[in-house]
């Protein structure tokens, strides 16, 4: 199945993944490994919430924290153009039949809430708060040094589903994995600010958030993180890596945070404006793939993720098996 | 003199900077400049002629090297959304009054060449060969490992008409620099791509085309490319740094090939794709804003630049002088 | 059992290991492995042997590479201070009754020809042919960007003895693995040249050389490397890691040479010339003493090993279980 | 004049430079300095005293501050192998005609205080205060990450006679600048620990301290500094660089505390411990054994340089002029 050409003209301009919202289980926890261990910068905090924001970022966050007796995901939210594109964007969703809501979030404008192909929540808002900047103000730097959120990446029930719907609405391939003897997908990188990705879809059991990455300078830093969470106790919070994928070229440490939401802190992938990039093709049974140094992901790579709060998930379509760790 | 706020509705879409086009006198020794120490892929060359690209690229060239008896800059190219583009660009210079041709050029579609508001030649296409990735073919990394063009930039005799006219085709500043007697600009950094720019107006007699930047992945392949020079001849070719720059943030380098054109190797800028991304303000007394660490650039840095061909250059209209290595 | 109380005033002063020889079946194959992809340089070659050495070693190789029907070691070299230390240590290695020979081997002075305590073949010299520098020749520099040999690591079927032994001759213990269930040494880090080994013992039966390794500037050059061998066909010889080991805290790459020879590249250590450095004490059942990130090696790399030519192994006396990958 | 081969059998056995003492005129300003600025670890103070050491030294101290009202160097220390070399460097230095004396200084046993050639007071002890290692306590590091002391460099008036007195104690010669014309030594490297240098001696109105220096892991950690020194009020502590050395070819960053005393922060230079290891010679007309990559050094790099305190200096002997910037 080839992948679609890209939609040039997109019903509503996105222009970037912007934040995502997790409920934690225990919010001083998630406090010290956010904030102590990653570097992330906390922008405003009371008994039950906390915002986030990287180190380049001007908008007022990227990670929002909620206390709550289960862990989930409440939400991935977008940044669009101009207010047109956000009355844009409601329209064809409820075109769609997609529901629409509009919702309150604090430090933003008008936010408009819905869902993707598979009932998981996107929310869309252009404008935030901005804050000034702080990328020069070195002495704040610590942990891996994140600069900005870079990522999400879902698991989903079917990824041929994932890659025509995002289309539709400007997500453009940029890479993606072919299960040969069906022809189906097995995972597809789509982004819309210039990357390798604004957010990848894989074959599993979903919708859920696989994960969410950040984007730091140089490997290095992620081997201080690794050096750090190594000597601090949190060691069993490292799930995979360090390595390089095959797919986006990118450096890679996969890491979990105390609920096990998992987090990719990420450098080194590659410019992707052009509107005529062709995707790269990857076969399903190459381990290069995954890693290319060789080495397979983990089991539990390619079976936990984190649930949208109240969504339920259904089984992948494809039962394909990738390689796997021994 | 307030930055005037972005244009969210351009004319026509120009995606990114494209290539450049310089006439070198010696095109063996710039062979061995730009393939052998810097590091770029020849794509094409011939008698008279060099295509390269860098290694992250697909389209076949970012640099086109031509022999010729002066050393000079033909022309700087963008690249457009799309045909329709193309077009659009052509009616719209044309009611400014800006001349415009149709013009042949190798390894690319219908090409626009018309020339800004100083008179300095621009050239638009829509499509480009493109090439298979190499960027993971790592056994071709040489020199400082170049990955892609990152921008231009131009002593123009007026910025704040440049950023003007550059403005109207969706050009946004993303940092300047202000002379606070007169409230005149003294620079500014522009951007189509989300980097911090795709082009760049320096005060100075032009225009003329103060160096051209290609992007690497560290600080380290910065220092890999000094040791590779100061040890192969190249040590008088080296003209200022390292070091990282107040504005952008990024680590850079400046060198200057066998004709005297000038190259930054640049790293470490930030994201720009936020629409309402505030421009941060420098002053013009600030020596943090050429070089975060204190240096001052030497007087050459300042003076010299390269001549586009067959066009007469005017003296700078603001006459403030910048702090110069003693 | 405690560790020794290090030799103050050994009988002979040893500077440094030196240099290895080994067979390999295939000379072309592992002229490419060591020269092209690995950086080596090589300073004498003929139909049948080739002589290496990393970047800033002066001495005339640190490799010997012998084409022969059948892969092992032929011996591990060390140099001595001076000529009498050479005549001291045939002296006391003869009075201990090992047997000593004086052996001719190209490119250096008078070889003394003994063995270990296991009977491992060891060879002394004071004197080898000394190269002009070079590691101010950047466009030599490829691959990983080999600077010196660093140390070599044996498995032996009794490392308290190993310990023991070298011990005798100046050896001093910098970290150490005890099973703490019998008091026995699993493995020992013991150094003449100040760093955190230049041989180390395992226990495994033996001896046999586990790996020889080499030093490197930086964990982005062994990035570099990785980058480099899974693209060119050696991703297969990628044995273990990129990680950070808690013995010795090097930054650590595990690969195999064409023939098996196990080959470790290697940064970040630390200065150990104070004659009162304490030795570092690490639990068998630590397993951030291999990874400090936590990863457990797999099980090749604690079974496989290179023969000494002719020498018969026997099995390691202590029976305790590392961590091993599942 | 050629270099003196080096003394095989030195009357006493120095095994490293040690620490200096500093006297500061504001502790609390070299306190943020060393500590929060530069990443020292306090291991103890008092009102009047500060104690550090470097991540990965065992050893209690590698930098004394003294408050004082003026600033200078109370002397330079040096560990020795054993007690008894101990004594044998008192009978040697009496013999010699240097005043002898035993000082007591808290944390470390005997120590034996002299002067060098030019009356540079010299202190030697063999045993100090073993602390417990941090250097994987990787929640400590901070600012450039310092590892370990590791040279200091001092002007003197005549650098032959340096070199002959520090030659006959066993410091061995690694590099060195002559002057063409007279024959004559304008600068020497010498060491005893197995890198470039325990101390240089370079040409100029002494004895005086130049610099004293700290190793660090790679110039990303440099680097790391500049940022921070230069968005932390401390541009104007920074001298000279980044750059490479010519000689050493040590990547090195020269920064000034708040007294003036010059620290170089140095990463990458080789192994020296061959006792055969051939002095590399330099021109003192060549700018690129001053900087590799061309840049000279600023005139008050040349002249500055820290008292020691209580002893008059005299002016350099050699007049000749190193090249300067501008």
Chains 1, 2, 3, 4 share one sequence.
């Not at 003209?9 to 289980?25: A, C, E, G, K, Y």
Request: aromatic share 12%; charged share 25%; glycine share 8%.
């Amino acid at each position: 199945m080839p992948i679609p050409a890209p939609t040039l003209n997109p019903p509503f301009n996105i222009v970037r993944l912007s934040h995502t919202s997790f409920t934690v289980t225990d919010l001083a926890a998630s406090r010290k490994f956010y904030a102590d261990i990653l570097g992330l910068q906390i922008t405003h905090e009371d008994d039950s919430t906390i915002y986030l924001r990287a180190m380049e970022e001007r908008g007022h966050h990227c990670l929002v924290l909620r206390q709550m007796p289960e862990a989930g995901v409440d939400y991935l939210s977008y940044k669009v153009w101009c207010e047109e594109d956000l009355d844009k964007a409601a329209s064809w969703f409820a075109a769609q039949g997609h529901g629409v809501e509009w919702v309150e979030r604090p430090f933003q404008g008008r936010t408009l809430r819905t869902s993707d192909c598979f009932g998981a929540p996107m929310e869309f808002y252009f404008r935030m708060d901005r804050l000034p900047p702080i990328h020069q103000k070195y002495e704040l730097y610590r942990g891996v040094k994140p600069l900005r959120i870079d990522h999400f990446n879902c698991f989903v029930p079917n990824v041929d589903t994932a890659v025509a719907f995002y289309g539709k609405i400007g997500f453009r391939v940029t890479e993606y994995t072919e299960d040969e003897e069906t022809g189906r997908l097995w995972a597809a990188w789509t982004h819309r600010k210039g990357g390798v990705h604004d957010i990848a879809f894989t074959n599993g059991t979903g919708p859920r958030l696989h994960h969410t990455a950040f984007w730091v300078p140089t490997p290095l830093n992620i081997i201080d993180l690794l050096d750090l969470m190594a000597t601090t106790g949190y060691v069993g919070n490292i799930e995979r890596g360090p390595g390089r994928h095959g797919i986006s070229n990118a450096f890679f440490l996969y890491i979990l945070d105390p609920d096990g939401h998992r987090i990719e802190i990420y450098c080194s992938d590659y410019q992707t404006v052009d509107p005529d990039l062709e995707p790269i093709k990857w076969d399903l049974k190459d381990p290069q793939r995954q890693t290319l140094w060789g080495a397979p992901a983990p089991r539990s790579w390619f079976e936990n993720g984190s649930v949208f709060t109240g969504l339920k998930t259904r089984e992948a379509e494809l039962k394909a098996t990738p390689i796997i760790a021994p």
